[in-house]
Structures are given as C-alpha cells and as structure tokens.
C-alpha cells in the first residue's frame, strides 16, 4: 500500500493531515483558517487535503 506521507517528519504529516480533514470536511473551516491554526501555507494545507483523499481512496479500493 502506497504511505499517507512521504516526509522526514512522518508522524507529524500524518497527523497534520488528519487535521486538515476533520477540519475542513466535519468542522467546515477554510483552507486559510486551517493554514493559520497550523502555521502552514494554503498550499500546504491543500497538498495535505490531497494526501489524505487519496489514502481513502485507495483503502476503499483495496476492501
């Protein structure tokens, strides 16, 4: 199975991008809301948002 991450740091990726999600898809807040909470760019947050989506997918696909 292809890794939520690929950074040096993976725990924090991981959890950042677990944030991300349950922020913008449940609490419904902005990119640019997140990316201040986090201190990350909008750009970031988005590239988080994609990792994420894309690992759902791929479990869904694999079940």
């Known amino acids: 199975m292809t890794p939520l991450y690929a950074c040096s740091n993976p725990a ?3 959890l950042n991008c677990r944030k991300v999600f349950v ?3 449940i609490e419904g807040l902005t990119q640019a809301e997140i990316a201040e ?3 990350l760019s909008k750009n970031m947050v988005e590239k988080y948002m ?3 989506l894309r ?5 869904v696909d694999a079940s």
């Open 37 to 39: 909470r986090l201190g």
């Open 55 to 59: 690992h759902l997918r791929e479990r």
């Open 12 to 14: 924090r990726t991981a």
């Open 23 to 25: 922020w913008q898809k």
């Open 50 to 52: 994609i990792r994420t």
